[in-house]
T-cell receptor
């Protein structure tokens, strides 16, 4: 069974601060997806990282995939109240034995105060 | 069209009722999923349909019955549910691409069982 450890579980910061969310595993993933979810809505796909060592930027968000494709991080610069939500990482099985199944981290609940 | 739609948005039902949740996508995706999500937790996979055939059932109780009438539609039939089944039910779809298979989620149905 693959596991993704996501941390921190809760993050409460002031507007303008920077933050980093981590997802770590002992398993290799073929890709890793990051989602953001607002209360009562479905998760929205932010980015997919595929190549070991890959870095992707989406405005103030920077996503990194570890060289060994076992871990990933999300860094937000100058957080804004609109960034508030549940952030989820989800990995695709590199072994291909669980086709269609994502392994989700436990989620990070981010609150950005004005 | 890059959306997954779900109806209804909210549903309240008694334990003896029969109801159905509906999901639709027009992205030509070949896999569709049902997830259950409790508050502030990651989604839990329930069922996966690949090419309109049930490929994964995560040991879900028989009071939940999925159906895939065609490649664009996915239903979840509910009967004799329990109060602990109250949750956000999410539908997702993916193209079933080898290597990177991004899942796109609908907005969810908020189910309350009385």
């Amino acid at each position: 069974t693959q596991l993704l450890e996501q941390s921190p579980q809760f993050l409460s910061i002031q507007e303008g601060e920077n933050l980093t969310v981590y997802c770590n595993s002992s398993s290799v993933f073929s890709s890793l997806q990051w989602y953001r979810q607002e209360p009562g809505e479905g998760p929205v796909l932010l980015v997919t990282v595929v190549t070991g060592g890959e870095v992707k930027k989406l405005k103030r968000l920077t996503f990194q995939f570890g060289d060994a494709r076992k871990d990933s991080s999300l860094h937000i610069t100058a957080a804004q109240p609109g960034d508030t939500g549940l952030y989820l990482c989800a990995g695709e099985d590199a072994g291909g034995t669980s086709y269609g199944k994502l392994t989700f981290g436990q989620g990070t609940i981010l609150t950005v105060h004005p | 069209d890059t959306e997954v739609t779900q109806t209804p948005k909210h549903l309240v039902m008694g334990m003896t009722n029969k109801k159905s949740l509906k999901c639709e996508q027009h992205m030509g995706h070949r896999a569709m999923y049902w997830y259950k999500q409790k508050a502030k937790k990651p989604p839990e996979l329930m069922f996966v349909y690949s090419y309109e055939k049930l490929s994964i059932n995560e040991s879900v109780p028989s009071r939940f019955s999925p159906e895939c009438p065609n490649s664009s539609l996915l239903n979840l039939h509910l009967h004799a549910l329990q109060p602990e089944d109250s949750a956000l039910y999410l539908c997702a779809s993916s193209p079933l691409s080898l290597g990177v298979d991004e899942q796109f989620f609908g907005p969810g149905t908020r189910l309350t069982v009385l």
